[in-house]
């Protein structure tokens, strides 16, 4: 088992920024990837950004420019949101895969970006 635990969420205007940390219960060496998702409600859930086990990234268009997803060498993951919009505001889920293809995911942080 992986517990997951999301962080750095809240309310913030339109232009500013908001940095979201995932704290996992193992090392990140555990992990074949990292991930950070979102929902808006009314929406599936979207990928935002992801990141490998060899530290390549992925970034989806629509935040392209604007998030950052990092990780450090143990146990956190990062996502840097810059120039928030209102259409960012969603629960941010952070997201690890296990090299035996086992996914898990924290419970989510609320992210409120006003107009």
């Known amino acids: 088992q992986v517990q997951l635990v999301e962080s750095g969420g809240g309310v913030v205007q339109a232009g500013g920024s908001l940095r979201l940390s995932c704290a996992a219960s193992r090392t990140i060496g555990s992990f074949s990837a990292m991930g950070w998702y979102r929902q808006a409600p009314g929406k599936q859930r979207e990928l935002v950004a992801t990141?490998?086990?060899?530290?390549?990234t992925n970034v989806a268009d629509s935040v392209k420019g604007r998030f950052t997803i990092s990780r450090d060498n143990f146990k956190k993951m990062y996502l840097q949101m810059n120039s928030l919009k209102p259409e960012d505001t969603a629960v941010y889920y952070c997201?690890?895969?296990?090299?035996?293809?086992?996914?898990?995911w924290g419970k989510g942080t609320l992210v409120t970006v006003s107009s």
């Open positions: 990141i490998t086990s060899g530290a390549s």
């Open positions: 997201n690890v895969r296990a090299f035996s293809g086992m996914d898990y």
